[in-house]
């Protein structure tokens, strides 16, 4: 089956610096990328996904880039502020007919912007 | 909009016993999801269900059942909890039953002694 790997577990940035979160995947039939962002004593939220026919996505500070042949992708914050802080998670699952919707996630990265 | 409601938030049980964690979503949405999360191992799939009426097998499945008897309610029960199974439960869902963007109930926090 699918497994993920996302690396770093922590990243400390300065505010206004960037911020880059990779992931890695087994499963080539894997067409469906998203990131989550999990605040403190929440739930995990979408912020930003791709699929696998596009390389990159732009939404405002976050872009999330993927490189089907060596099965990676990347979130990266620009411009970070502190309400960035939190936990960042990939996932995978393949899309289309035979899919049973089922996510898998990578192990999860601690984001902390200092002011 | 309350879209996915989990209870109970927070529990302490004794080992052996039986647990019922309880998840209703009034999105109308077709599939949902329970993940477990644990430091350092991200969120891992239990069981879900695609559709009313239909169940399936998640990554880490064993000591745990699910019965997805309507769209709204999708209540996972540990038979017999053991300590292993201490962890933050989270319930999903999705619109569609192929999967896409998945919304997350707040979490219920178990510990088991």
């Known amino acids: 089956g699918e497994n993920v790997e996302q690396h770093p577990s922590t990243l400390s940035v300065q505010e206004g610096d960037s911020a880059v979160i990779k992931c890695t995947y087994s499963?080539?039939?894997?067409?469906?990328f998203p990131w989550y962002k999990q605040e403190l004593g929440k739930g995990p939220q979408l912020i930003i996904d791709?699929?696998?026919?596009?390389g990159e996505k732009k939404d405002q500070r976050i872009a999330v880039t993927l490189n089907k042949t060596a099965k990676h992708f990347s979130l990266h914050i620009t411009e970070t502020q502190p309400e960035d802080s939190a936990v960042y998670f990939c996932?995978?699952?393949?899309?289309?007919?035979?899919?049973?919707?089922?996510?898998?996630f990578g192990q999860g990265t601690t984001l902390q912007v200092k002011p | 909009i309350a879209g996915i409601t989990q209870a109970p938030t927070s529990q302490i049980l004794a080992a052996g016993r039986r647990m019922t964690l309880r998840c209703t979503q009034d999105?109308?949405?077709?599939?949902m999801y329970w993940y477990r999360q644990d430091l350092g191992l991200g969120l891992r799939l239990i069981h879900y269900?695609?559709?009313?009426?239909?169940?399936g097998k998640g990554e880490v499945p064993d000591g745990y059942s699910v019965s997805r008897a309507n769209t709204d309610d999708f209540p996972l029960t540990l038979a017999s909890a053991v300590p292993s199974q201490t962890s933050v439960y989270f319930c999903?869902?999705?619109?569609?039953?192929?999967?896409?963007?998945?919304?997350f109930g707040e979490g219920s926090r178990l510990t088991v002694l």
């Open positions: 999903a869902s999705s619109a569609a039953s192929t999967g896409g963007e998945l919304f």
């Open positions: 499963d080539s039939a894997s067409n469906y």
């Open positions: 791709i699929r696998s026919n596009v």
């Open positions: 996932a995978a699952s393949r899309g289309g007919s035979s899919n049973t919707g089922k996510l898998i």
């Open positions: 999105m109308r949405h077709n599939a």
């Open positions: 269900s695609n559709t009313a009426g239909t169940t």
